[in-house]
């Protein structure tokens, strides 16, 4: 019903900067909060950033300052600008929306994107 298409990642050297993307698509009435988390192997995902649907953003603690959250609610994207990137934030980045895919009901489900890789190294 809806897609989340990740974009944008790829291998970064340290303090340097990466954007990425994520487009939203289907059977969408309205998109609340939109976000990105992140996953190396053997850890659980984390909540790198998350954005309301006014534009109200939070940050881990640990990208705070290097990392920025925006996103256009007339195109249904996100996107993630990583800058001064460290060792550490090398994972692979998913992209998450909380959708209402209907004006007739009041459900409202978690949608993932695929995921994409960002490795950060020299």
């Known amino acids: 019903q809806v897609q989340l298409v990740e974009s944008g990642g790829g291998l970064v050297q340290p303090g340097g900067s990466l954007r990425l993307s994520c487009a939203a698509s289907?059977?969408?009435?309205?998109?609340?909060?939109m976000g990105w988390y992140r996953q190396v192997p053997d850890k659980q995902r984390e909540l790198v950033a998350v954005?309301?649907?006014?534009?109200?953003?939070s940050n881990a603690d640990s990208v705070k300052g290097r990392f920025a959250i925006s996103r256009d609610n007339a195109k249904n994207t996100v996107s993630l600008q990583m800058n001064s990137a460290k060792p550490e934030d090398t994972a692979v980045y998913y992209c998450?929306?909380?959708?209402?895919?209907?004006?007739?009901?009041?459900?409202?489900?978690?949608?993932w994107g695929q995921g994409t890789q960002v490795t950060v190294s020299s």
């Open positions: 289907g059977r969408i009435f309205r998109i609340d909060s």
């Open positions: 954005i309301s649907e006014s534009g109200s953003t």
């Open positions: 998450v929306a909380h959708v209402r895919t209907s004006p007739v009901s009041s459900v409202w489900n978690r949608y």
